[in-house]
């Protein structure tokens, strides 16, 4: 009965292998324009799941993961897109700069099931201090 039962699961994990899932990184329209330091941090701990430049882990070729991966990244994609900035207007571009720093602010993002796996996304209170600015300087209206 053992043998039967793994013999169907692995059957089932097999066929699962062939379910379709979108791993597409469409061409980048406008990226978000960020001054130095804070391209460095978002880049680093943002673009894998917010923009067109995600870089698919081995673990997002095998399913049932792969489905998780995918799903994360296409919601992500949803919520800010730094490779789809122009698609924002000037008051969509500072409420999404608003939610990116309270997500942030509150360690909210990344999400702490996404940083065991990419130890390069975590924010130090250094990279918090380097946004910042930034972000209080679009919500105020000048280019910091």
């Not at 053992?2 to 699962?16: D, G, H, P, R």
């Not at 993002?109 to 209170?125: C, N």
């Not at 946004?131 to 280019?143: F, K, N």
Request: with cysteine.
């Amino acid at each position: 009965m053992l043998k039967k039962i793994t013999l169907v699961v692995l059957v089932l994990f097999v066929v699962i292998q062939f379910v379709p899932v979108d791993r597409e990184n469409p061409p980048v329209e406008q990226e978000i324009a960020l001054p130095g330091e804070v391209a460095s941090v978002v880049e680093r701990a943002c673009y894998n799941c917010h923009s067109h430049e995600t870089d698919w882990p081995w673990y997002g070729y095998v399913a049932p993961v792969s489905w998780l991966v995918a799903d994360h990244v296409h919601h992500a994609r949803e919520h800010v897109n730094f490779s789809t900035w122009n698609r924002y207007d000037a008051e969509e571009r500072l409420e999404k700069i608003e939610e990116i720093w309270e997500e942030v602010d509150e360690g909210a993002m990344p999400p702490w099931y996404y940083k065991p796996v990419h130890p390069e996304a975590r924010l130090s209170d250094a990279d918090r201090a380097a946004i910042r600015p930034w972000v209080e300087g679009q919500l105020q209206g000048t280019s910091e």
